[in-house]
Antibody, heavy 119, light 110 residues
Framework: EVQLVESGGVVVQPGGSLRLSCAASGFTFDDYTMHWVRQAPGKGLEWVSLISWDGGSTYYADSVKGRFTISRDNSKNSLYLQMNSLRTEDTALYYC????????????WGQGTLVTVSS | QSALTQPASVSGSPGQSITISCTGTSSDVGGYNYVSWYQQHPGKAPKLMIYDVSNRPSGVSNRFSGSKSGNTASLTISGLQAEDEADYYCSSYTSSRDWVFGGGTKLTVL
């Protein structure tokens, strides 16, 4: 059974930093592209970032470019999101999600971890 | 990248059919057959319902179907059931090499 478990969400002040993690199990992790997708409270979904199966390619939404860094460790079946220069508008539930290689949809989703940016 | 346009809400009675539209541009919905649809129940993670415009993942009921015409994609749910009540989001890959979602549609089963 595919499992994605996010962690690391906390309350942080504007301008602060945070690192989210996503632990994957139940599938061959390095067969999949991985994404972060976020959802502000009561709002819709917003794609944040992608990393290819080998970590060689990364892409970011304009809203986070230059502030967030996505990475993965295939030996630990783990995905990460380093978040710097956080803003109040980054407050959201952050989901990790999978895409099969060469596919353009999100197969499986974790339950999310909540990041709150507030003074 | 602007969000795709979905109706805020739709409703239907059990057994009826409903359709949710998702309008984008030639840079996303109209330019690629990479439209997908997600169902989200309150407090739960999104679940993939349709991918590549009209394909259903294994395990998704055949009451769910998708289509596309020009810059507008559609999700149709036939034989509405109480358990279909949820939020639905469309998504498309874009020419900017990113993804855009619709604002979401709340489906109410009367």
């Amino acid at each position: 059974e595919v499992q994605l478990v996010e962690s690391g969400g906390v309350v942080v002040q504007p301008g602060g930093s945070l690192r989210l993690s996503c632990a994957a199990s139940g599938f061959t992790f390095d067969d999949y592209t991985m994404h972060w997708v976020r959802q502000a409270p009561g709002k819709g979904l917003e794609w944040v970032s992608l990393i290819s199966w080998d970590g060689g390619s990364t892409y970011y939404a304009d809203s986070v470019k230059g502030r967030f860094t996505i990475s993965r460790d295939n030996s630990k079946n783990s995905l990460y999101l380093q978040m710097n220069s956080l803003r109040t508008e980054d407050t959201a539930l952050y989901y990790c999600a999978t895409s099969s290689r060469g596919r353009y949809y999100f197969d499986y989703w974790g339950q999310g971890t909540l990041v709150t940016v507030s003074s | 990248q602007s969000a795709l346009t979905q109706p805020a809400s739709v409703s239907g009675s059990p057994g009826q059919s409903i359709t949710i539209s998702c309008t984008g541009t030639s840079s996303d919905v109209g330019g690629y057959n990479y439209v997908s649809w997600y169902q989200q129940h309150p407090g739960k993670a999104p679940k993939l319902m349709i991918y590549d415009v009209s394909n259903r993942p294994s395990g998704v009921s055949n009451r769910f179907s998708g289509s596309k015409s020009g810059n507008t994609a559609s999700l149709t749910i036939s034989g509405l059931q109480a358990e279909d009540e949820a939020d639905y989001y469309c998504s498309s890959y874009t020419s900017s090499r990113d993804w855009v979602f619709g604002g979401g549609t709340k489906l109410t089963v009367l």
